[in-house]
Nanobody, 124 residues
Framework: QVQLVESGGGLVQAGGSLRLSCAASGGTFRNYLMGWFRQAPGKERNFVAA????????YYADSAKGRFTISRDNAKNMIYLQMNNLKPEDTAVYYC?????????????????WGQGTQVTVSS
């Protein structure tokens, strides 16, 4: 059983930056594909970014490319999402997730463990 705890959300003006962190415990962290998803009120949970076990391969939603960067530190059991040039449409609850099957990096239902989420609000 893997426990995930996100932090780093908050209120920021459009054009600003935030860095989300996710601390993992209770499992062999380096064995998991890790991802970030987000969910706005009344909308589905959508893929943002994912990173393979070694950190050598990353994946991004089109909305995140060029603005967001996902990274991981396997020694610290942490993943991060650096978000730059934030827009009001980025407002959502952001979730950290772990996928033990290493497949379907953008498909939420294929992830096995989820954090409680952290709110990101971008004002215009």
């Amino acid at each position: 059983q893997v426990q995930l705890v996100e932090s780093g959300g908050g209120l920021v003006q459009a054009g600003g930056s935030l860095r989300l962190s996710c601390a993992a415990s209770g499992g062999t962290f380096r064995n998991y594909l890790m991802g970030w998803f987000r969910q706005a009120p009344g909308k589905e949970r959508n893929f943002v970014a994912a990173i393979q076990r070694s950190g050598g391969t990353t994946y991004y939603a089109d909305s995140a490319k060029g603005r967001f960067t996902i990274s991981r530190d396997n020694a610290k059991n942490m993943i991060y999402l650096q978000m730059n040039n934030l827009k009001p449409e980025d407002t959502a609850v952001y979730y950290c997730s772990a996928n033990k099957n290493l497949l379907g990096y953008s498909v939420a239902r294929l992830y096995d463990y989820w954090g409680q989420g952290t709110q990101v609000t971008v004002s215009s």
